[in-house]
């Protein structure tokens, strides 16, 4: 029984395969895009999408989240009245779910070649798609990554201290090539949000690429999972992207009054998660770079929160700190490494000291480093 079984696991598996790659798309490109609570917004985006200079036809999901507020009537109205309207598709949520699962319904339901995420509170340049669907075409690419532009409300420019979101063009052909890219430097130097990368929609299936259940940051998540798994993609650095700061994202603390403890957790528990995936990447040529990133981004955000502490609504606990810095490799792992070795040390003795030390030791570093 358990060889039939295995027999019959291998041969789901190779038609599964082999259905992926003989799939005929409908469509060249998908655009989709989470709606929830982005009435002001979500008509400059969805106009951004229809107007695009691409030639072929482009499939446009709106996962409609169910929002209190007229996102979808827009959409609809967009749908009876523009040239491209008749390729809007409106998929609605049974229930509030949150953006992720909102991306992953746009992932199950695309019909596109390609499939491309936009957050309807931005927007794209009208050549957006022509220029990341001919770079993928002509390198075989499983992902494509424009520049990215941060804008205000008005449309403009601001600087928010992200160099990185403005790329070189670089064609990498090589297995771990875009991740050896991305932790070249313990300095960011590829984006790790979802959007405004075109990706290839049977390498999404081959690798069962999918939105984890997070509050917020799940492309974080996504993007962490996803780009081990590269081995074709180009770099370009035209901006086919504008990034919308607004001063009520959940991030922006210093606009808020009081932050919910549970909102801090929900921080720990994602950015735990990105610490700890290094220990899946033992092997990688880059692991202990990625192991010290994703250590400083923990300590960042803690920062961040140790700067706000006296609005932590119930008190941030001092055991809950030192926890979210434990590190995830043993003393002797970390005392192999050839790059990085005295900073992992310091966070490895931060995460074993007495909790109220182990928060002064993080106050004295992020003073000295101007995080607090």
């Known amino acids: 029984m358990i060889i039939f079984g295995s027999i019959n696991n291998i041969l789901y598996l190779c038609k599964k395969l082999k259905s992926i790659m003989t799939k005929d798309y409908k469509y060249k490109v998908t655009v989709g ?74 992932l199950e339901e695309a019909q596109g070649e390609y499939i491309f995420l936009v957050d309807s ?51 990498i052909n090589e297995k771990d090539g875009l991740a050896k890219f991305a932790n070249k430097s313990v300095h960011p130097t590829l984006r790790d949000f979802i959007w405004n990368i075109l990706i290839r929609h049977d390498f999404i299936e081959k690798n069962n690429i999918r939105f984890k259940k997070a509050r917020f940051n799940d492309d974080m998540i996504c993007s962490c999972d996803m780009v081990p798994l590269v081995s074709k993609a180009v770099l370009i650095p035209d901006y086919t992207y504008y990034y919308v700061i607004r001063d009520n994202s959940l991030s ?15 921080f720990i528990r994602i950015y735990t998660y990105l610490k700890e995936k290094c220990l899946e990447l033992k092997d990688k040529p880059y692991f202990e770079t990625r192991c ?34 434990r590190h995830p490799l043993s003393l002797l792992d970390i005392l192999k490494f050839k790059n990085h070795k005295i900073i992992n040390l310091g966070f490895y003795l931060i995460g074993i000291l007495p909790s109220a030390l182990s928060v002064y030791l993080i106050k004295f570093i992020g003073k000295k480093k101007h995080l607090l």
């Open 33 to 106: 895009m989470p709606v929830y609570g982005v009435e002001p917004y979500i008509r400059k985006c969805m106009l951004s999408v229809l107007n695009q200079t691409f030639s072929e036809d482009i499939e446009i999901i709106a996962v409609d989240d169910l929002g209190p507020d007229k996102s979808v009537e827009i959409i609809k109205e967009l749908q009876a009245t523009h040239p491209r309207g008749k390729n809007i598709r409106i998929l609605t949520q049974p229930h509030n779910m949150g953006c992720w699962a909102a991306r992953n319904r746009v």
């Open 121 to 171: 509170d931005d927007y794209i340049s009208e050549d957006c798609i022509e220029k990341l669907y001919s770079q993928a075409i002509a390198n075989d690419a499983e992902v494509v990554y424009g520049s990215v532009l941060p804008v205000n409300l008005q449309g403009d420019i601001i600087d928010i201290g992200q160099d990185f979101l403005n790329q070189p063009f670089l064609v």
């Open 252 to 266: 922006n603390y210093q606009h808020r009054k009081t932050i919910k403890l549970d909102e801090i957790k929900e």
């Open 292 to 325: 010290t990133k994703g250590l400083i981004l923990m300590f960042f955000m803690i920062c961040g929160a140790l700067k706000n502490r006296n609005r932590i609504q119930p008190e941030l606990g001092n055991k809950v700190i030192k926890d979210a810095m």
